[in-house]
């Protein structure tokens, strides 16, 4: 059995790569898990990651596509393998903490609820917010939001994982704080594709407002708390998705307003396969979800990005609350 390590981080994209070169700085003794022996030995030979450029890795960081056991295991693979990754583990061990986003193809399963299929009785958390993998790996101030519904315990991983870079608050709301990163995705390549076809600021800064609604909606459905969306987990990490530079999300959604296919070497686009599997949820919940409904349609190729403003812009007019 390898040696143990205090944290296991499994997913060498960016966002797994970028919270293992924060907390090897902090001078934890991280274990870095590739999903193949070559990723590993090329990533540990190099000390660089083409997935974080500018990043060099460091020295005490491990690298190995060997699990590790920790107290704390961190999954940041593509949300689409969360699943797979989950299988993969051990059923008894130290806590779960999710930090990928998305909604599960086929189920149309947030994370928590993948995770506590697969792996009932351990300790399972969320991290989520308004992060960008570069910032994280640079040291750059941050926050984000720990979801664990045991109380306790959440304070446990808090303390664990809070770093002086990367201030974390709690929430006991771990469904409400995975939907809002999640439905994020989506609302971001809708609001991509309102600047992308030049329909401007107003109508963005309506989208991501009326965005923000029917995701909280949604929520409250799968009883969750509409408080939750109008923090970091929604509202932080919709406006950073919605509106930064960095975001795949975004940039996909600028692509599909020009007219052009989404750049899908440029790495993963979740809300491509988010949004179809949200909009299932939604209906199954008979909640109205309009933005996200006229996205999926949108992607499909079942009707034009004119006829989607047209048709949000001719809903029956109402109070807004």
Known sequence: MPDAADLSIIGTGAWGTALAVLYAHQGRRVALIARTPDRAAHLAATRHNPNLPGITLPAGLIIT????????????????????????????????VLCCKGVERGTSLLGPEIAAQCHPTRPIGLLTGPNFAHEIAAGLPAAAVLAMADNA?????????ATPHLRLYGSPDITGAALGG????????????VIGAGLG?????????????EIARLAVALGGAAETIAGLAGLGDLILT????????????????????????????????????????????????PITAALTDLLAQRTSLADCIARLMRRDLRDET
Do not use: W
């Open 201 to 213: 600021e107003n109508a963005r800064a309506a989208l991501i407002t009326r965005g923000l609604a």
């Open 182 to 193: 999640a439905a994020k995705n989506v609302i971001a390549l809708a609001a991509g594709a």
């Open 242 to 289: 919605a509106t930064g530079g960095a975001s795949r999300n975004y940039r996909a959604g600028l692509a599909l307003g020009r007219g052009d296919p989404p750049d899908l070497a440029a790495g993963v686009i979740e809300g491509i396969a988010t949004a179809p599997a949200l909009l299932a949820r939604a209906e199954a919940t008979a909640c109205d979800m």
């Open 153 to 161: 315990a959440r304070r446990r991983l808090i303390a664990a994982l």
């Open 65 to 96: 596509s060997e699990p590790r056991s920790a107290p704390i295991t961190l999954l940041c693979p593509p949300f689409q393998h969360l699943r797979a990754t989950l299988a993969r583990l051990p059923s008894a061990g130290g806590a779960l």
